[in-house]
């Protein structure tokens, strides 16, 4: 009988004690000092072993054979070839487009959350061999809350640093009357973090919010978008409708005399603009709540209770990101920074407003105490990029022009296009448009795992080991903890570490020092751990030695700023203080935006209809689609896996029916449906739940897609909201995704259902 062993290992779900037995990981469980351990671990194992593995190097039968447009990419066979000849390939590859081309030929797509490892980070070590090489054709941004990248710097400061300072959800236990959530708090989404979480504090600060009698509105088409502990007053609008409800609530308190006109004079700029907005002396038409009800579906009378309860008391406003991935997302955040100005409470204990609480585990929660050692990426000499969202547009647009900023950019043309630690048929918007648009390179390379679309898309892949088959550590980027990941079984099949693989390619490219510095993986692993330890003594932290840590448990430090509040020193002194903005104040109007003269985003936040119902597609596809992360896996990560299996209704991903709405079409509990729409349709199987509410549908993302090519438009057998999602922007001042502004029709599905596909391997063919 073989041994048993128990090791520690990290994810960006948490902290897992991993068993192992005969050369294989039979089980992952939460640590004991998480008192909300994920249950995404459960997923490990079927995934690390599972029938989906890349096992081998593999290149597209077609692109092979030198006749890379004879069968499409997505729908090819590949064959499996040596380490030595893919790596001869793509060394050769890289040397051609490079010469032809320039490294703005290369365009390095990759798209985090690979692994919580510190050293084995997929874009990382990516981007760091391209660097010396010459550099790449980068993405900016992100796809979870892009247009709070983009647009907050003009209005309030960077993002990035204004999430860190969040106000702590102990603060808002302690002082706050109440929380207005539009977009909700969903919990699921707070299973995971960048990096990793080694405790999720969520579930118990929400529930001792409760206890000291703050109550929650959910402001939001899901009901179960609020925990149930929450005891949340539930109040469904309309999807892409909460800049008008908060034009509505603004209304009521300037004409009720409840807003705080002293802190609008004192921290804010360009309120008199808003203020005609609302009043409707800048366009004839008032904004109050009766416009809102007509927009939104909430009555008008509950937004003006709303309104003076919000004013009566200590008042936290949140807007979730996914309120910000819609047409014209920038409105809602800039609203929502409005109307908290309004109530003049920014920067008091429990008041206030935040975007992006829920968006991971630790917002709020907690933060690092000093910044973890890491491996240097390099410099880029390419300052080329695209927004993250704009794939579609690169690839089928070369050389064409957008407007992003302020500045007219122009897409550069990408003839290698390289991924590694990310999946662009998860995460991007219609994904039919991405399978067109993945045919113009001239290559494409995957560094994979399983065999995902992205994989099946690719025309070299090349097999990479796992979290679980490496030695690193694991350290969030907004955590309070050190993990050790000591490597737990050998990488499956041919599977090679990344860091390895680069390096054999910088030898042949003649720059293996530059990539290296003469270095292992394992002695890069010692560096960055010393530099990690390094900058703990600098905070009084005194960290073991590699060895030792390799060899313990998980390293809990204090947190750094327990009872922060946003904007606290801004409020307490802002000529002391000042905003990094263009008047070192709150900017409810913007003279930087308002010259960038742009029709979709004014100086000032702005109502403007979803595209879809604008253009007058309500009456064909009357049902909004929502969608979101889900609760049994990170985005489409581990798909294959146990736990996420366990949740699929007839093999698919369920999708969340109102029982008026199922009704209307026949569609019972379990059955197998069809979404679709003029970009798409796809498979489903049907939960009918009141949890949504009437005239939505809610389907999770991160089902690998699944297309069956010789139905029509290509239907996904699996349920991927992205084949029904538009490719449109938020704006063209951050050029964000708007995915959560789409509109279906959804139809029980006649017939034997096709079997899913999208965890088998590909087609293998001997050598042309």
Request: aromatic fraction near 8%; glycine fraction near 10%; hydrophobic fraction near 40%.
């Amino acid at each position: 009988m073989s041994e048993r062993q128990t090791k520690l290992t990290a994810s960006h779900w948490g902290v897992g004690l991993a068993t192992i037995e005969g050369g294989r990981v039979v089980s992952v469980a939460g640590h004991p000092a998480d008192p909300a351990a994920s249950e995404i671990n459960a997923n490990i194992p079927g995934s690390l072993h599972g029938r989906a593995r890349v096992r081998r190097p593999a290149v597209r039968k077609s692109w092979l054979a030198g006749r890379p447009g004879a069968v499409p990419r997505g729908q090819d066979s590949f064959v499996e070839v040596s380490w030595e000849r893919a790596l001869d390939l793509i060394a050769a590859e890289l040397t051609r487009v490079r010469a032809a081309h320039g490294n703005r030929g290369i365009f390095a797509g990759s798209y985090g959350w690979s692994s919580a490892g510190r050293f084995h980070h997929a874009q990382s070590q990516l981007k760091r061999f391209l660097n010396t090489i010459g550099g790449f054709v980068r993405s900016e941004g992100n796809y979870s809350y892009n247009a709070a990248l983009g647009l907050m710097p003009h209005i309030v400061g960077p993002y990035r640093s204004h999430v860190a300072q969040a106000t702590r959800w102990p603060v808002i236990a302690k002082h706050a009357d109440l929380v207005v959530m539009f977009g909700g708090m969903a919990l699921r989404n707070t299973q995971v973090s960048d990096g990793g979480v080694s405790r999720h504090r969520m579930a118990g600060n929400l529930a001792a919010c409760v206890e000291n009698g703050v109550s929650f509105v959910n402001i939001s088409p899901l009901r179960s978008d609020a925990a149930e502990v929450l005891r949340a007053e539930w109040m469904p609008a309309r999807p892409g409708s909460d800049t008008a409800l908060m034009l509505g609530l603004a209304h009521t308190l300037l004409r009720e005399g409840l807003h705080d006109p002293a802190f609008l004079v004192r921290y804010t700029v360009g309120f008199d603009r808003i203020e005609a907005y609302l009043t409707g002396a800048a366009d004839g038409v008032a904004k109050d709540a009766d416009w809102a009800e007509a927009q939104t579906g909430v009555a008008a009378e509950r937004i003006r209770a709303l309104a003076r309860r919000m004013a009566a008391g200590r008042t936290m406003i949140s807007v979730a990101a996914g309120v910000q991935r819609t047409d014209y997302g920038e409105q809602p955040m800039w609203m929502a920074v409005t109307l908290a100005a309004m109530l003049g409470q920014i920067g008091l204990p429990g008041g206030g407003y935040t975007v992006g609480y829920g968006v991971n585990a630790n917002i709020g929660n907690i933060e690092r105490p000093f910044r973890w050692g890491t491996i240097s990426q390099g410099v880029n000499p390419v300052t080329d990029f695209i927004p993250v969202a704009m794939i579609s547009e690169m690839l089928l647009n070369p050389g064409g022009s957008y407007r992003y900023q302020g500045e007219t950019r122009t897409f550069p043309e990408a003839r290698l296009v390289w991924w590694a630690g990310g999946n662009p048929f998860h995460h991007h918007q219609d994904l039919n448009r991405l399978h067109r648009a993945f045919q113009t390179p001239d290559t494409v390379i995957v560094n994979e795992v399983n065999w995902t679309a992205t994989a099946r898309h690719a025309d070299i892949v090349l097999p990479v080991a796992a979290a679980q088959e490496r030695t690193d550590f694991g350290a969030g980027k907004s955590d309070n903890a050190l993990v050790p990941m000591p490597r737990l079984v050998a990488p499956a099949g041919e599977a090679r570490v990344e860091y390895d693989i680069y390096a054999d390619l910088a030898a042949r490219l003649g720059v293996a020092e530059d990539f290296t510095e003469g270095k292992t993986a394992d002695g890069w692993l010692h560096e960055i751990w010393e530099l990690t330890r390094s900058r703990g003594r600098e905070k009084g932290f005194d960290l073991p030695d590699w060895e030792s840590f390799l060899a313990g448990d998980v390293i809990a430090l204090d947190d750094p700023s327990p009872d922060q509040v946003f904007l606290a020193e801004y409020r307490a002194d802002p000529e002391a203080h000042p905003l990094p903005t263009p008047s070192g104040r709150i900017e409810i109007f913007s003279e930087t935006i308002a010259g960038f003269d742009l029709t979709d985003c004014k100086g000032h936040p702005a109502w403007f209809p979803p595209r879809d119902l604008a253009a007058g597609q309500g009456a064909a596809y009357p049902l909004a689609l929502l969608s979101g992360q889900p609760k049994t896996r990170l985005h489409s990560q581990l798909d294959n896996g146990a736990y996420s299996l366990s949740h699929k209704v007839a093999g698919r991903e369920p999708v969340l029916i109102h029982p008026e709405d199922a009704q209307a079409r026949g569609i019972a509990e379990g059955a197998v449906v069809e979404l679709y729409n003029a970009r798409g349709r796809c498979l489903a199987g049907a939960r009918v739940t009141d949890e949504v509410h009437p005239g939505c549908v809610f389907l999770w993302t991160g089902a690998w897609w699944d297309p069956d090519f010789a139905a029509p438009q290509a239907r996904d057998r699996h349920g991927n909201p992205n084949v029904l999602t538009h490719d449109l922007r938020t704006s063209s001042l951050t050029q964000s995704p708007a995915a959560h502004s789409a509109r279906v029709e959804v139809r029980r599905f006649e017939g034997t259902p096709p079997p899913v596909e999208a965890h088998d391997p590909p087609a293998f063919d001997a050598a042309p």
